[in-house]
């Protein structure tokens, strides 16, 4: 693999440069980023030691800024040294500008305001930690989403992930010989979906947590008959409540989070519509 530095510079917190950085760098194959996250980066003197660091390690820069001075600031300084620059957001809020006939406020972390989007997060985040793996299912009827699956079928990372949307998730274990909770039956507004996996790629990842705790390889945890047949039983389980089934098998859990919050729109565009 062949490196290279990425400067990547906000004014905010980053997170947008940073997810564009990586969907951009991941199409280049035989290239490994090296990437130097500088953020919160709001006045002249911190600029200063962005241009610096900058310099000592030579790369790509990809900036969001706003403020004009820090722009030129920046801009300058790249110049001055022959580093090729890019202000990834221009072209897009000039298009929406364009579109609008609008100016753009040009105000930073805009998107990171605590308002009342802000605090539907954090008790959207809040909600989806006491409901984890079982966890207080008297109050499901709350959820937006409730997910259901075996152990090891990333069932809480998807939740945080989207609950950091501002989806109330709750996520429900299948487990062998022990009936899901009576909470789940008659429930109207959860959206209520099952994961399911491959009983081989099943076995690797509970092979690998074991290995992760020290724990003993040789259970029924990851015996590939016992697995696969508590795969099978989910999935007979899945398709007797008629509940929409999302395959993990080979998917991220930002694919999986992306196909279950397609999911729930749909029924919400849906129930807008009637």
């Known amino acids: 693999m062949q490196q290279f530095h990425l400067h990547l510079v906000s004014d905010a917190t980053g997170e947008t440069l940073n997810a564009i950085a990586r969907a951009v760098s991941v199409q280049f194959e035989g290239f490994d980023a090296i990437e130097h996250l500088h953020a919160m980066v709001r006045t002249p003197k911190q600029m200063e030691l962005v241009v610096e660091a900058v310099g000592r390690t030579p790369g790509f820069v990809m900036f969001t800024l706003v403020n004009p001075d820090l722009r030129d600031q920046l801009e300058s300084g ?5 580093i ?18 609008a100016e753009s406020a040009g105000l930073p972390g805009q998107q990171h305001q605590m308002d009342a989007e802000y605090f539907g997060r954090i008790e959207a985040m809040t909600y989806t930690m006491a409901h984890d793996d079982g ?3 008297d109050d499901l009827h709350r ?6 699956g075996v152990s090891r079928t990333s069932k809480t990372p998807t939740s945080i992930y989207l609950a950091n949307r501002g989806l109330k998730i709750a996520n429900v274990p299948i487990v062998p010989g022990i009936p899901l909770p009576e909470e789940l039956d008659g429930l109207k507004k959860p959206m209520i979906i099952g994961l399911t996996v491959s009983p081989d790629r099943l076995v690797g990842i509970r092979r690998t947590r074991l290995q992760a705790l020290a724990e003993t390889p040789d259970t029924d945890y990851v015996d590939p008959e016992v697995v696969a047949e508590e795969v099978a039983h989910a999935r007979r389980l899945l398709s007797k409540k008629r509940w929409p089934v999302i395959d993990v098998t080979r998917r991220s859990i930002e694919e999986t989070a992306a196909a279950i919050f397609n999911l729930y729109q749909r029924r919400e565009d849906e129930a807008a519509a009637e």
Do not use: H, N, S, W
């Open 78 to 82: 790249c110049t001055e040294m022959g």
């Open 143 to 148: 959820a937006d989403i409730i997910l259901v």
């Open 84 to 101: 090729p620059f890019i202000p990834v957001m221009d072209p897009v809020v000039q298009a929406l500008g364009r579109y609008l006939g």
């Open 135 to 137: 966890l207080k299912t």
